[in-house]
């Protein structure tokens, strides 16, 4: 919860000083900055990254018993440069590690969940502070015609357009943190589904595999082991 923002004067008088007038709103601006220097950082971290990246793994490791679908992805000239036989190696690697994946990539879950928390406290202070510059605005523009003087009146307008932009800039960074709060919401969506529906279900259906209905076994692992890919080639091109 942000603590509240100093509430503007209720009348500019005619006898202050430029200095005065040019310094209106500054315990706004001071409190403003004082709510910044005591939040925690919204901005990205690579939490979200680090989450692809460990799906990809997950991915990866799912692949080791696929070396043909491998082939295919690694292409032409892939296979050429022998990046198709690196792959393999990789996914053998990663295959028996696949528990020890899904917890690395909880754990990236987890801190993508917790610089949500950041950034709602920063949309609402962003939101709280233009509000309350608006309001700052509101009042200095009301009483901007009654300052007769022409130093006074050029320096209070000045003053009032500085503040006009610093709102803007604060309703700006609060669109930005949502947008980027948006597309983390929809990534840690898909690692949930990844996560407590299709892997399971892969597995499930992978060691089904030497029931009697094997090929209907494999086709439906292989199904799912294409959503999983499908959910996190999406999840990758946020990065793009």
């Known amino acids: 919860m942000t603590a509240p923002l100093p509430l503007p004067v209720d009348h500019v008088a005619g006898t202050?000083?430029?200095?005065?007038?040019?310094?209106?709103?500054?315990?706004?601006?001071?409190?403003?900055?004082?709510?910044a220097q005591g939040q925690g950082s919204a901005s990205e971290d690579g939490s979200a990254a680090g989450l692809i990246e460990a799906l990809a793994r997950i991915v990866l490791a799912l692949q080791s018993a696929e070396p043909a679908q491998l082939r295919r992805q690694a292409g032409w000239w892939g296979r050429l440069l022998g990046r198709d036989v690196e792959r393999q190696?990789?996914?053998?690697?990663?295959?028996?590690?696949?528990?020890?994946l899904l917890v690395q990539a909880?754990?990236?879950?987890r801190a993508l969940q917790a610089r949500a928390v950041q950034r709602q406290t920063a949309m609402a202070a962003a939101d709280q502070a233009t509000l309350a510059l608006e309001r700052w605005i509101e009042v200095g523009s009301l009483q901007l015609p009654r300052l007769s003087a022409t130093d006074q009146h050029a320096v209070f307008a000045q003053r009032l357009d500085h503040l006009r932009r610093l709102a803007a800039l604060q309703r700006s960074?609060?669109?930005?943190?949502?947008?980027?709060?948006?597309q983390d919401d929809a990534l840690l969506a898909r690692?949930?589904?990844i996560a407590d529906v299709l892997l399971p279900a892969w597995k499930q259906a992978a060691l089904a595999r030497q029931a009697q209905d094997q090929t209907q076994r494999n086709q439906q692992a292989a199904q799912?082991?294409?959503q999983i890919v499908a959910e996190v080639a999406s999840a990758q091109a946020r990065l793009r």
Do not use: H, M, S
Request: net charge negative.
């Open 224 to 226: 799912l082991q294409a």
């Open 89 to 100: 190696r990789d996914a053998d690697a990663l295959q028996p590690q696949l528990g020890v």
């Open 16 to 35: 202050q000083t430029v200095a005065a007038l040019a310094a209106y709103a500054q315990p706004l601006l001071d409190a403003i900055a004082r709510q």
């Open 106 to 109: 909880e754990d990236r879950a």
């Open 173 to 182: 960074e609060a669109a930005q943190w949502q947008l980027l709060q948006a």
């Open 191 to 193: 690692f949930r589904r």
